[in-house]
């Protein structure tokens, strides 16, 4: 698939579906601001294609750590029941659409993750880095967080190697039935999945 067309169907897809979530993702936004107080929005920066960094931008699910919690470990018991709701439903990440329509993102593609994450990857599953990140894509449809990273990460390369715009379009076919099912939402005993600790560990 070329570049061109996938950045068209980007645009024409992001636009379509920021149009029609706009009334659920202000209703979402609300909620957060009722529950959880300001701000409504996490934002944190993200690796996008070829290692450039970007600020993802989300609804917030979680209350900001306490005294003595470390942010990532405590992730679960930060975990609000508002926070779960929009995880399993996937409407914390409506705001992304912001980031597709940025460049930053695509609609497709392995999901962004952290920075410290980088020098982790062996030269294989840093491949996953040749293409935008996407606000979905092939490990999302075949078991989201509850694949190992390993798989995760295979998934993501083969998409690389595989990419065209029929896959695309399956993606986000299969992306509405999985978040129908609320399938996959966290591993075992995690708000989404445990920290990346790379392949030699």
Do not use: C
């Not at 979530?21 to 996490?42: D, E, K, N, Q, Y």
């Not at 942010?71 to 930060?78: E, G, K």
């Not at 709701?85 to 990440?93: G, P, Q």
């Not at 497709?108 to 840093?126: C, D, H, I, K, S």
Request: glycine share 6%; no cysteine.
């Amino acid at each position: 698939m070329s570049s061109v067309a996938k950045r068209a169907l980007d645009l024409a897809g992001t636009l379509a579906l920021a149009a029609a979530s706009a009334p659920v993702l202000l209703l979402a936004a609300l909620a957060v601001r009722i529950t959880m107080g300001s701000p409504v929005f996490f934002r944190q920066v993200r690796v996008g294609r070829r290692g450039r960094l970007f600020t993802l931008v989300k609804l917030r699910t979680m209350r900001p750590p306490a005294a003595g919690e470390h942010a990532l470990s405590s992730d679960h018991a930060r975990l609000t029941p508002l926070g779960r709701w929009l995880r399993a439903s996937s409407l914390d990440e409506l705001p992304e659409l912001w980031n597709v329509l940025r460049g930053d993102m695509s609609l497709v593609g392995p999901r962004p993750l952290l920075p410290e994450y980088l020098p982790r990857y062996t030269p294989e599953q840093a491949r996953r880095h040749d293409v935008r990140p996407g606000l979905t894509g092939l490990a999302q449809i075949r078991g989201r967080n509850a694949l190992d990273w390993p798989e995760r990460l295979a998934l993501d390369v083969w998409y690389v190697d595989h990419r065209s715009l029929a896959l695309d379009l399956s993606i986000l076919l299969q992306t509405l039935r999985a978040g129908a099912r609320r399938d996959g939402i966290a591993a075992a005993r995690h708000a989404t999945m445990p920290e990346f600790q790379g392949a030699q560990r």
